[in-house]
């Protein structure tokens, strides 16, 4: 105790140094240090206290900067203070509030260029959700040996609206641990990533993938307890995952033999509750899709499913091989007018120590970045933007664990009411059927998280003898345009040269590599 009253002096003495006008990043880096030692004497309404001085400053302060690289800076200094301030909060038995305080950090990035482009911010301060819908917010990166709060809000549950799970023993260490490289090993999430970025094999992955998905299946028994409970009306999780969370989809979190795909259309929420226009059911009748497709040359499958699509609308404007390149999609993206739907099949990438640079591989070489989707796309606000492409959905969560920094955040900045996108490399042929399927869904009039639920079920249960009905089903021209080949009873000629095998009963795409990957970003 003697130690903490000497760091808490010298915190406040170079406090009084590094002035956070004059030092705003110093200054949020001694607030933290500060409350961390507050933190392990429990002294909460201090730590509460500095959290919330540090969360007013940080919205002035990025509320007229223009400089991404410092916005981002300062928002990661202060992103786990506010973490601390979510325990206080909670810890003094104030469980609404502390969700408030946690909802109200997160999405900065998202609310700072809504303010900053031709939009209209919405509501960034909705504290519970719409009817029908549950709000799951993890505050993650927890402290070593402290419980991981998880947050349930339920407006349709009167008698206790928000809900404090604490999930003991998935604590910091636990988590980079399941997520995090270890050298020489394939366990964890990233060590098999890494394999199969190295390798194109996802034998390591899908193994990493299944142990991650058992361990964390114990630890969530707590929130599987309050899931069980919601009411019937619930049929939406508005997950908002943080840290090294954020690379594990949503889909594939189970409690036993229940799965949370068998009861909930699923969306991971980036910060603000007030944007429902993606849950929406879409209206019947022609809606516009602009299509790019295999840029590169080398995805016969994603030409195909551009092919497809093109039939589905009935559409003449896609973009497809190297009529693709990066100004011919910019300057028919700004002349399309209003689109219901932006698709992209195409190869995509994620750079990890540098988010601003990751992209969409145009023709020619190309890269359609993060910043130049921000700089130079504007779209409708119902515009569903699908990013059928491997790696979309990644984003920056060591330094911004709350921002969802990558390519689904640029086109929701661009005006995206939602954007369907990937967490891994994904299998062409595969992701090629589930997109068939999700706009089968859509054009029913489902909304993109329900579609998006309905195609993944579909991919995970379907049989060869389905897969051969499903082509005899299929309009002609769908099925000429996507060069769907007669099938005989054995198998199916997705691609003249490219047959997958498989007997007629065989599921050969259930495992959760072929359709968990996908997820829809609000």
């Known amino acids: 105790m003697a130690n903490l009253k000497r760091s808490q002096i010298h915190l406040r003495a170079a406090l009084s140094v590094c002035r956070r006008d004059r030092f705003p990043t110093d200054w949020l880096r001694s607030q933290h240090s500060l409350a961390l030692t507050e933190t392990r004497a429990g002294n909460w309404p201090q730590v509460e206290r500095i959290a919330r001085e540090v969360m007013r400053f940080l919205e002035g302060a990025i509320a007229g900067l223009v400089n991404w690289y410092e916005m981002r800076r300062l928002i990661g200094a202060a992103s786990a203070t506010k973490n601390l301030g979510v325990l206080a909060i909670a810890q003094q038995g104030n469980v ?109 992955f899908s193994r990493a993938m299944e142990q ?143 988010p601003e640079a990751s992209g969409l591989l145009m023709a020619g070489g190309e890269v359609l970045q993060l910043s130049e989707i921000l700089g130079r796309i504007r779209l409708g606000s119902d515009t569903l933007v699908v990013l059928s492409a491997c790696e979309t959905g990644i984003a920056e969560y060591r330094e911004l664990p709350d921002e969802t920094y990558g390519l689904a955040l640029a086109f929701l900045g661009a005006g995206a009411s939602a954007v369907i996108c990937s967490l891994w490399p994904v299998s062409d042929r595969s992701t090629r059927l589930l997109m068939l399927k999700l706009y089968e869904y859509l054009h029913a009039g489902a909304s993109a998280p329900s579609a998006l639920r309905l195609a993944q079920t579909w991919l995970r249960n379907v049989a060869g003898d389905d897969l051969e009905l499903l082509v005899q089903q299929l309009d002609p021209r769908v099925r000429a345009a996507g060069r769907l080949g007669a099938p005989d009873p054995m198998r199916i000629k997705w691609v003249s040269d490219d047959p997958p095998g498989g007997s007629p009963g065989e599921r050969p795409f259930a495992h959760p590599f072929h359709w968990a990957g996908f997820v829809c970003v609000v």
């Open 212 to 354: 991650v998905a058992q361990t964390l299946d114990g630890y969530l028994a707590p929130l599987w307890q309050v899931l069980d409970t919601l009411p019937p009306s619930v049929r939406r999780l508005r997950i908002a995952l943080s840290g090294v969370l954020s690379l594990f989809p949503p889909a594939m979190v189970r409690g036993g033999e229940r799965e949370v795909l068998n009861r909930f259309d699923l969306a991971s929420a980036v910060g603000s509750l007030s944007n429902t226009s993606a849950f929406a059911a879409r209206n019947a009748g022609h809606r516009r899709l602009l299509t790019v497709a295999d840029p590169t040359g080398d995805l016969p499958h994603s030409r195909a499913e551009g092919r497809m699509l093109d039939a589905l609308f009935e559409s003449e404007s896609s973009l497809l091989g190297r009529r693709a390149t990066k100004q011919r999609v910019l300057d028919a993206i700004s002349m399309a007018g209003p689109l219901d739907y932006l698709h992209f099949a195409c190869h995509g990438r994620f750079r990890w120590c540098h």
């Open 96 to 204: 609404a509030e502390a969700f408030t305080f946690l909802i109200q950090g997160r999405g900065l990035v998202h609310r700072a260029l809504l303010r900053s482009g031709a939009l209209a911010a919405g509501d960034a301060k909705s504290r519970l959700p719409p009817l029908e819908e549950a709000v799951v917010a993890f505050c993650v990166p927890p402290l070593d040996g402290r419980d991981l709060l998880v947050f349930v809000a339920c407006t349709d549950d009167a008698a206790q609206p928000v809900r404090l799970v604490r999930l003991t023993g998935l604590d910091h260490a636990t988590l980079e641990s399941l997520f995090e490289c270890r050298a020489g090993r394939e366990s964890s999430w990233l060590d098999g990533y890494q394999m199969l970025l190295e390798q194109g094999d996802s034998t390591a």
